[in-house]
């Protein structure tokens, strides 16, 4: 079965799974752009021939390099990390050029698809993200950098854990 025809049925698959399901204060209008993006993301790991997990929040990740399996971050961590974030067109909209720890920023206050995504490596691991807006920028973006509902791919390597 070729790629597209699997895209095709994963994406039927997950709107008639969704549309069954009772959700509480979900707007219509939110739930149509999660699916939007959802299948932007999809559409581009198709064309770029890339696969990815999605994390029930809708996150999308690919282990690069799972790390040593002893040391793991969490929310009150402050990760060092080198980084690039680029957007679907390939524009890189950040670099860390080298390790960062951001000021000594925990991670629970980075974007909640890092908070997501580096939990799931551990020190020394690498980690491609595909951050949809909901876990990124959301509507606003940043101005100048990242445009409104951007979805963000973030190459991460978890360099050190404090």
Same mark, same amino acid.
């Given at each position: 079965?070729?790629?597209?025809v =699997?895209?095709?049925?994963?994406?039927?698959?997950?709107?008639?799974?969704?549309?069954?399901?009772?959700? =509480? /204060?979900?707007?219509p209008?939110? +739930?149509?752009?999660?699916?939007?993006?959802?299948?932007?993301?999809?559409?581009?790991?198709?064309?770029?021939?890339?696969?990815a997990v $999605?994390?029930?929040?809708?996150?999308?990740?690919?282990?690069l390099?799972?790390? +040593?399996?002893?040391h793991?971050? $969490?929310?009150?961590?402050?990760?060092?990390?080198?980084?690039t974030?680029?957007?679907?067109?390939? /524009?890189?909209?950040?670099?860390?050029?080298?390790?960062?720890?951001? +000021?000594?920023?925990?991670? =629970?206050?980075?974007?909640?698809?890092?908070?997501?995504?580096?939990?799931?490596i551990?020190?020394?691991?690498?980690?491609?993200?595909?951050?949809?807006?909901?876990l990124a920028?959301?509507?606003?973006g940043?101005?100048?950098?990242?445009p409104?509902?951007?979805?963000?791919?973030?190459?991460?390597e978890?360099v050190?854990?404090r």
């Amino acid at each position: 079965m070729n790629t597209a025809v =699997k895209l095709l049925m994963a994406c039927m698959g997950m709107i008639i799974a969704t549309s069954c399901m009772k959700q =509480k /204060d979900a707007s219509p209008m939110m +739930d149509a752009i999660d699916v939007r993006m959802e299948n932007v993301i999809l559409s581009y790991l198709a064309s770029h021939n890339e696969t990815a997990v $999605k994390d029930v929040s809708g996150l999308y990740y690919r282990i690069l390099q799972p790390g +040593d399996s002893t040391h793991f971050v $969490k929310a009150t961590s402050i990760p060092t990390i080198i980084y690039t974030n680029q957007l679907l067109n390939g /524009d890189i909209v950040g670099s860390s050029f080298g390790p960062t720890d951001f +000021d000594r920023r925990e991670l =629970k206050n980075h974007i909640p698809g890092w908070q997501i995504g580096l939990q799931k490596i551990s020190q020394g691991g690498r980690i491609r993200l595909f951050i949809p807006p909901a876990l990124a920028y959301g509507a606003t973006g940043v101005p100048g950098i990242i445009p409104p509902n951007a979805v963000l791919i973030s190459d991460v390597e978890l360099v050190n854990i404090r």
